[in-house]
């Protein structure tokens, strides 16, 4: 087991144990709504899925709603995993992440981008398991970087991270398209999906530098 899987086990440990006792250990109720994407008023749902999505590029932290990353954080695709007692053994998952501002968020000709996509991810999944290994990768990881044609202000974009319950286990969940102008939509509806269950958003400058 990875240095990040021990340490983010042992982390969950921690807070369902503080969440049984009653503590509350979330940030949802701080945060802006618009660093937010599952926003306590959203009527997708009579109740707000217990279903927590972890995105954590770093060894000692995950990502909080509304966090800022720099081109060089993210080289490296981040460790990815799910809990919730509204997790089913039974059922699959999808996650998927995208960039809603590519090109850049003036211009954001290329939006939606692709940046990864893992179906199929087993609803046993345990808090030290990454959901790619776990589940089967339709996209894989593509670092965020910038086009070599275009040397304007590429801005801050923002990457939604959602996860979706499978209508059927086992589903053959495809995507053969250009990664840019991904459609969540209509991906959602090609494979029956229905709402997002959980989602994490983060930023990334684009104009830090990448080395």
């Known amino acids: 087991m ?3 899987a021990i340490f983010f086990f042992v982390s969950i440990t921690i807070s369902s144990l503080f ?9 949802q109720d701080t945060i802006p709504y618009e660093n937010t994407i599952m926003a306590p008023w959203m009527d997708s749902f009579d109740k707000k899925p217990n279903v927590t999505l972890y ?6 932290s995950c990502v909080v709603n509304g966090d800022t990353f720099g081109l060089k954080d993210t080289i490296e695709g981040p460790y990815v995993t799910l809990i919730g007692s509204e997790l089913n053994e039974k059922d699959h998952y999808v996650y998927v992440c995208v960039d809603i501002d590519a090109d850049n968020p003036r211009k954001p000709y290329a939006k939606n981008q692709v940046h990864w996509l893992v179906a199929n991810i087993v609803g046993s999944i345990q808090p030290y398991q ?10 894989p990881y593509l670092q965020p970087h910038k086009d070599f044609f275009y040397k304007g202000d590429y801005g801050t974009h923002r990457y939604y991270n959602l996860v979706f319950k499978q209508s059927i286990a086992g589903q053959n969940v495809t995507f053969d398209g250009d990664v840019r102008h991904f459609s969540v939509r209509k991906f959602v ?3 029956n999906l229905g709402y997002p269950m959980a989602g994490v958003l983060y930023k990334i400058d684009y104009n830090s530098k990448s080395d």
């Open 2 to 4: 990875s240095p990040l």
């Open 130 to 139: 990454h959901v790619a290994d776990v589940g089967k990768t339709v996209v």
């Open 19 to 27: 969440s049984t006792l009653g503590v509350e250990v979330s940030y």
């Open 55 to 60: 995105v954590c590029f770093k060894e000692d």
């Open 189 to 191: 509806r090609e494979n």
